[in-house]
């Protein structure tokens, strides 16, 4: 069974421009989150999508924003980017809940702005 | 609000001995604890879980300790290897759905030969 696939792997923006990243999710897995990581904030919590609705909500900004598609897919993204915003984002996915089911992790997109 | 909290940003053991990572957390509703690995350039990866039913969860040289009194928990890895050097968060399921995880700052265990 492949495993949970992120696009692009490395970006590159600079200040105020905006970036979509995308993530598929395991087959016949329904819930999708999103997570940043940085050195100095660990992992952090951005959504989490199920059934093409954000379900629940991290504490970030708006010009965080995502969906999900009928097919599970996902998108994340960042408009008028911030030198903070520089971080490894990934996305997880499970059957249905995290609490019960296993989080399958992605390799992340790193991305970096100048 | 930090909510699982990891004290100890790195550990260095050697091989063949025993590794410690601690977690604590504030939030007594929490029930249901998981440990994720994750290498350089790789995603996090599931390792282990443990309920708060139980106070001790066991998986091959992986055991995680719950005390539920001191809000602690503990991963214990015996014997360490060299592979085991990577980033291990502590997280917990934030809200009642436990759909929302939350995760400690992740300590960096180096396990030296």
């Not at chain 1, 909500?57 to 598609?69: I, L, T």
Request: with cysteine; proline share 5%.
């Amino acid at each position: 069974k492949a495993g949970v696939t992120q696009t692009p792997r490395y970006l590159i923006k600079t200040r105020g421009q905006q970036v979509t990243l995308s993530c598929s999710p395991i087959s016949g897995h329904r819930s999708v989150s999103w997570y940043q990581q940085t050195p100095g904030q660990g992992l952090q919590f951005l959504f989490e999508y199920f059934s093409e609705t954000q379900r629940n909500k991290g504490n970030f900004p708006g010009r965080f924003s995502g969906r999900q598609f009928s097919n599970s897919r996902s998108e994340m993204n960042v408009s008028t980017l911030e030198l903070g915003d520089s971080a490894l984002y990934l996305c997880a996915s499970s059957l249905v809940d995290f609490s019960t089911d296993t989080q399958y992790f992605g390799p992340g997109t790193r991305l970096t702005v100048l | 609000d930090q909510q699982v909290k990891q004290n100890s940003p790195s550990l260095s053991v050697q091989e063949g001995r025993i590794s410690i990572l601690n977690c604590d957390y504030t939030n007594s509703m929490f029930d249901y604890f998981l440990w994720y690995k994750k290498y350089p350039a790789e995603g996090p990866t599931f390792l282990i879980s443990i309920s708060s039913i139980k106070d001790k969860n066991e998986d091959g040289r992986f055991t995680v300790f719950l005390n539920k009194s001191a809000k602690h928990l503990s991963l214990h890895i015996v014997p360490s290897q060299p592979g085991d050097s990577a980033v291990y968060f502590c997280a917990a399921p934030r809200d009642n759905a436990g759909n929302m995880l939350t995760f400690g700052g992740g300590t960096r265990l180096m396990v030296k030969p």
